[in-house]
């Protein structure tokens, strides 16, 4: 069975840094795409980054462009996204995903989500 | 950007048909593929894969979720409704960067 786990989560202040984790289980991760994505609260999904299996194509959103940096580690089964200066509208659910191909193919398993608090 | 535009909010009966719409600023579409994905979101829970390339259902998703449609026009039927389906459904295109989701549209029960 698939399984996506975030940790990470927080609440941390405008400006400062947070790095969130997501491990995977029940697949073999070093042959997947995997993605972040996130939702404010009461809000609608917003992608955030999305890196390939090997770590050769890495995307991102223009809100996070140079502040955040998606990674992956496959030795560890386990995919990051390091965030630096924070703001107030990076607060949000954030969700690991599995894509079954490249960046044309859908967000086909979704982790529970660790939530991201920026407040002073 | 590639902007998808759903309704808000649709309200149907038990056992009725619903049919969800999402249109895109552009097309999604290639030689090949419709690039546009269906997700659905219960509340307090994670989305799930519903309907992937337009009309391909995802896996253990009931025969009753179907979609269809190509260039910039887009649907998500559910025939008949179930209680079950309460929830809010996102499309979603692939086919540029960035990826880019719907606003979503919140099914409610007459």
């Known amino acids: 069975e698939v399984q996506l786990v975030e940790s990470g989560g927080g609440l941390v202040q405008p400006g400062r840094s947070l790095k969130l984790s997501c491990l995977a289980s029940?697949?073999?991760?070093?042959?997947?795409?995997m993605n972040w994505i996130r939702q404010a609260p009461g809000k609608g999904l917003e992608w955030v980054a999305s890196?390939?299996?090997?770590?050769?194509?890495?995307y991102y959103a223009d809100t996070v462009k140079g502040r955040f940096t998606i990674s992956r580690d496959n030795a560890k089964n386990t995919l990051y996204l390091q965030m630096t200066s924070l703001r107030s509208e990076d607060t949000a659910l954030y969700y690991c995903?599995?894509?079954?191909?490249?960046?044309?193919?859908?967000?086909?398993?979704w982790g529970q989500g660790t939530l991201v608090t920026v407040s002073s | 950007d590639i902007v998808l535009t759903q309704s808000p909010a649709l309200a149907v009966s038990l056992g009725q048909r619903a049919t969800i719409s999402c249109r895109a600023s552009?097309?999604?579409?290639?030689?090949?593929?419709?690039?546009m994905h269906w997700y659905q979101q219960k509340p307090g829970e994670q989305p799930k894969l519903l309907i992937y390339?337009?009309?391909n259902l995802a896996s253990g998703i009931p025969v009753r979720f179907s979609g269809s449609g190509s260039g910039t026009d887009f649907t998500l039927t559910i025939n008949p409704v179930q209680a079950d389906d309460i929830a809010t459904y996102y499309c979603?295109?692939?086919?540029?960067?960035?990826?880019?989701f719907g606003s979503g549209t919140k099914l409610e029960i007459k």
């Open positions: 995903a599995r894509r079954d191909g490249g960046v044309t193919t859908p967000f086909a398993y």
């Open positions: 029940g697949f073999t991760f070093s042959n997947y795409g």
């Open positions: 890196i390939s299996s090997s770590s050769s194509y890495i």
């Open positions: 552009q097309s999604v579409s290639t030689s090949s593929y419709n690039l």
């Open positions: 390339d337009a009309s």
């Open positions: 979603q295109q692939s086919r540029e960067l960035p990826l880019t």
